[in-house]
């Protein structure tokens, strides 16, 4: 029998700015590490904080976790969500990456500009919310772009 699937949810803060050089170079690196251990997910970076969902075997993902906390490019590390699953969502990534600019004009209401939501420490239920509509924006953003890509290149 195969080892369970996991997915973990979580936050962490850099302790130095990310510019485009450093993330390529984070991604890269999770790239081949994820590949090699049988993990997939996302990874966003915004203003200095990282929302990342990891997803695989169980011991795979608890070993990286325990090498995150101990990163010193990571501070404050916080799990949202911790969670058997049947199947992958990321599938398609070993770490999938969509870069979030930040907005030159004001933001309408309800707009998630920062990842602070992602943190009630009142209200557990509001902050899974969060995660799963983020999780399912990444996809639907990125499966979209992904998709219009091929159809330029059709073209």
């Known amino acids: 029998m195969s080892e369970p699937l996991v997915s973990v949810s979580y936050v962490s803060t850099a302790t130095a700015p990310f510019d485009d050089e450093r993330l390529a170079d984070l991604l890269a690196q999770s790239r081949r590490s994820n590949h090699a251990h049988d993990l997939t997910g996302m990874l966003l970076y915004r203003r200095g904080r ?10 795979a993902v608890e070993h990286l976790m325990d090498a995150i906390r101990r990163d010193d490019r990571h501070s404050d590390v916080r799990i949202l969500l911790s969670e058997r699953i049947d199947e992958r969502r990321f599938t398609e990534w070993t770490m999938g990456y969509e870069p ?56």
């Open 50 to 59: 990282f929302f990342q969902v990891l997803e695989g075997p169980q011991d």
């Open 100 to 155: 979030i600019g930040v907005p030159t004009t004001a933001a309408p209401e309800g707009f998630r500009d920062t990842f602070d939501d992602l943190e009630s420490d009142d209200d557990d239920d509001a902050t899974i919310r969060a995660v799963r509509e983020l999780t399912v924006w990444f996809r639907a953003r990125t499966l979209a772009g992904t998709a219009l890509r091929e159809k330029e290149d059709a073209r």
